[in-house]
């Protein structure tokens, strides 16, 4: 199995961020939803940027929030704070899911809904191939390129096997730590509570 180390690549600390990229929070950003989040971004304009939380696992299982999914016991991930209540997928199944947009590395964003439970009902989908989440991260124009400006986020290249792992809990720390630069290593050794040492 390959390391998360050989599976994507630190971009140099001025790099824009782009569709197909993901963000690694660092350890300071306070917020319930992105603290120790790695977010993949499926969008990103000058009207703003749209992203899903890889790596924040829900109790739940698909099959208990959606109809038509009976016996699939798939994980649900919450994607990020807006809009809650909406289901969004990310897949590598290409074009036989119709209306599904491309992102990079062979990784597909949305489509239709009818065409995916009929692949999972079929077996025509393995677990590694689709994540499901509710909700997204969303961002106005220029928040993200603020956010970016405040090192509120590290900006990695990532291959598909990453994007599409299942994630403990310490994933964001390992990720850090292969980035190879000190400033990263401490940032993965900091406490979750400030006051312990």
């Known amino acids: 199995m390959q390391t998360e180390q050989n599976l994507f690549t630190i971009l140099p600390e001025d ?21 120790r989040s790695i977010i ?12 899903f939380v890889l790596n924040k696992e829900l109790d739940l299982k698909i099959s208990d929030a959606l109809e038509g999914f009976d016996g699939y016991d798939a994980t649900l991930y919450m994607g990020g704070p807006v809009a809650p209540d909406t289901l969004h997928y990310i897949h590598t199944l290409g074009k036989i899911i119709p209306n599904s ?37 969303g961002w106005t124009a220029g928040q993200l390129e603020q956010e970016l400006t405040e090192n509120s986020w590290v900006i990695a290249s990532a291959k598909q096997e990453l994007v599409m792992n299942s994630y ?5 720390k390992r990720m850090l730590r292969s980035l190879n630069k000190k400033k990263y ?3 993965a ?9």
Request: overall charge negative.
């Open 15 to 35: 790099k824009v961020a782009e569709r197909g990229k993901i963000l690694i929070s660092e350890p300071f950003l306070s917020d319930i939803f992105f603290y």
């Open 40 to 51: 993949y971004l499926t969008d990103h304009t000058s009207e703003g940027s749209i992203g």
């Open 101 to 137: 947009l491309e992102i990079n590395n062979n990784i597909f964003w949305g489509g239709d809904i009818d065409a995916i439970r009929y692949a999972i009902k079929t077996g025509k989908v393995e677990a590694n191939q689709i994540k499901f989440f509710l909700g997204y991260s």
């Open 168 to 172: 403990d809990d310490d994933a964001w």
């Open 185 to 187: 290593r401490i940032w």
């Open 189 to 197: 050794d900091f406490p979750e509570s400030p006051d312990m040492n």
